[in-house]
Each structure stands twice: as structure tokens, then as C-alpha cells.
């Protein structure tokens, strides 16, 4: 880990950080703000003088804590497929089927997929989920 004053390295960071996923934000102090990407990849800005200080943290092996469970990309893996073969993203039911889980099953596995940064859905201007929605973000 290293401190970098934001204002000279912008575009050195940008380039470092393009294409990433946020998987989530945190703020470990009151002046602090925390990125962590899928890739394990974290960010920590703070304030250092009358500028920011940035930290990269880059993961260390491909085995890091944001890559899908086994169980997860299976499911990843389906919903690829699915979207290959029809052309549209699975509903919940399709995967129920699939996986011969229950609705609640399914729809607890999208919504961690989705809070982990491997999925995105759309909402509508109140809230709910658009049907068939579901897009993949992993790569992996």
C-alpha cells in the first residue's frame, strides 16, 4: 500500500482502476471513504493536508474473498447460458426450476450476487425489480 496525492496521479489511478466493479463502499473512519472492487482490488481516500491521500490496495493472488463461491457461479454460469440460448435473462422461476430450489432460494442468491457486484438488475422508479432483468458482471 501506498499514499498518492490524487491531483498528480489522476489518470495514472483512472487507468489503474477502469473496468473495475464495485462490489462495495464503507467508511472505515468519519474522514474516510473505502472502495472495494470484485477483483479484490480496494481504494482509500482520506484527507492529508489541504488535498486527499489515496491508498491502492491491490490483491495479492487470485484467490480473493470477491470471487463467486463455487455454488454462485453456477449459477453465474446458467444465467450466461440462458441469456446465449434465448436472448433474454432467465426469470427467477426458470432458475427455481433449474436449480430445483424454492423461490426464496433463488431470489437470496440473486440478491447476494447482486450485492457482491457479479449481478446487476434494473428498477423501476419505485424500487421493484424489472423481470428479467439480470445482467452478468463476472467475467471469470
Not at 3 to 14: E, G, Q, W
Not at 64 to 73: A, I, L, M, V
Amino acid at each position: 500500500m501506498t499514499d498518492v496525492d490524487i491531483r498528480p496521479d489522476l489518470a495514472a489511478l483512472s487507468d489503474q482502476l477502469a473496468g473495475l466493479v464495485v462490489a462495495e463502499l464503507a467508511q472505515p473512519t468519519r474522514d474516510s471513504i473505502a472502495v472495494r472492487f470484485t477483483n479484490g482490488t480496494a481504494l482509500v481516500v482520506r484527507p492529508r493536508g489541504d488535498g486527499f491521500a489515496v491508498v491502492l490496495n491491490k490483491p495479492k493472488s487470485a484467490g480473493s474473498r470477491f470471487e463467486p463461491t463455487r455454488r454462485q457461479n453456477e449459477y453465474l454460469e446458467f444465467i450466461k447460458k440462458y441469456m446465449r440460448r434465448f436472448g433474454v435473462a432467465p426469470a427467477e422461476a426458470d432458475i427455481e426450476r433449474h436449480f430445483l430450489v424454492s423461490a426464496p432460494s433463488v431470489n437470496q442468491m440473486i440478491r447476494k450476487l447482486e450485492r457482491r457486484g457479479f449481478v446487476v438488475r434494473d428498477h423501476d422508479s419505485f424500487g421493484k425489480t424489472a423481470p428479467r432483468s439480470i445482467r452478468v458482471l463476472w467475467d471469470g
